[in-house]
């Protein structure tokens, strides 16, 4: 169980945008003197050239790709990327892994396999390029369902959910085996925005969701999670070419338990939630007055 108290922090998700990433590397840092719990670094902009520069830029927080598609690289040439981001950043850094979702990997042309096959298979030979690429960092994966954590329990160190349900993970816990909770690493991308106006940060998380919805494997979980109206309604206006409507079939209560939204209190309220069922928060911060810079910064402020 995770230590929640009056020193809890969360995680922080930071993403290194073209002609931005000195100003995400200083607040790299700034998160690191402000006692968060890490960095996760999404594979936008350049995730394992991020991490590289974290290494150097940094001095002892912990940080992951959150995630780093296996599809994008072979698993040799990703062992021993990861093998040199282990050793420069002395043991700090953290290999999240996963098959990204079908819209992205179809734009870009690449040939795709069975999500479980494929990154138990990754996972193998990665393992086996050790001895010649060095040590691998702990290995987390990319998680929603049942089987894709059973999985990370066998073959990983972690598991990353994104967007997931708070009021779904107690059960889907109880899959992991008792043997590993101790030393299994547990954590949650979630959309936030913090504003004193809930709707107005509302609205934004929902513009966020908006292309997950739209993802099957999303809504398969969301009905496993016990959202099987919403996910209905909103298969009906995907059918009918109406994804405008999306927003609206969006219903408080799901997106509450998929996303943070409203003042700073909240923020800290819900973020200790999570902590307490045994998952580290990861803040994807998003702003209604500015871009990622300003709604980290709001995040900072939050924890001064």
């Known amino acids: 169980m995770l230590k929640v108290d009056s020193s809890f922090r969360p995680a922080l998700s930071i993403v290194a945008s073209p002609t931005k990433r ?11 003197n402000r006692g968060l719990y890490g960095l996760a670094c999404p594979s936008l902009g350049g995730t394992m050239g991020l991490c590289v520069s974290l290494a150097h830029a940094t001095r002892s927080i912990q940080y992951w790709t959150s995630i780093q598609p296996i599809y994008y ?8 990327t990861a093998s040199h ?25 690449v ?19 050790e001895r010649f690429g060095g040590t691998l960092p702990p290995i987390y994966l990319a ?15 972690g598991a990353i959910w994104a967007n997931a349900s708070l009021s779904h993970m107690s059960k889907q816990l109880d899959e992991v085996p008792s043997a590993r909770r101790d030393d299994f690493f547990l954590s ?24 997950y919805v739209s993802l099957p494997n999303y809504r398969n979980y969301w009905r496993a999670a016990g959202y099987e109206e919403e996910m209905t309604a909103i298969e009906s206006a995907l059918a009918a070419g109406d994804k405008d409507k999306l927003p609206s079939l969006m219903t408080n209560k799901w997106l509450d338990d998929n996303t943070i939204s409203g003042p700073a209190s ?20 998003s702003s209604t007055s500015g871009g990622q810079v300003k709604a980290i910064n709001e995040l900072f402020d939050v924890y001064n």
């Open 143 to 157: 998680t929603l369902r049942n089987k894709m954590l059973q999985l990370a329990t066998d073959v990983a160190e």
């Open 85 to 109: 981001i282990h050793e420069m950043s002395q043991g700090r850094f953290r290999f999240g892994i996963g098959v990204s979702h079908g819209p992205v990997t179809q734009r870009l042309g």
């Open 22 to 32: 000195q100003a995400i590397l200083d607040l790299a840092v700034e998160a690191e």
């Open 188 to 211: 949650n991308m979630i959309p936030t925005v913090i504003d004193e106006d809930i709707e107005a940060a509302r609205a934004i998380n929902r513009r966020t969701l908006t292309g």
């Open 111 to 129: 040939s795709t396999g069975k999500p479980l096959s494929d990154i138990a298979e990754y996972v193998e030979t990665m393992r086996a390029n």
């Open 73 to 80: 690289s072979h698993p040799v040439e990703a062992s021993n």
């Open 266 to 285: 909240l923020v800290r309220e819900r973020f200790e939630e999570w902590a307490n069922v045994g998952v580290m928060p990861i803040a994807v911060m």
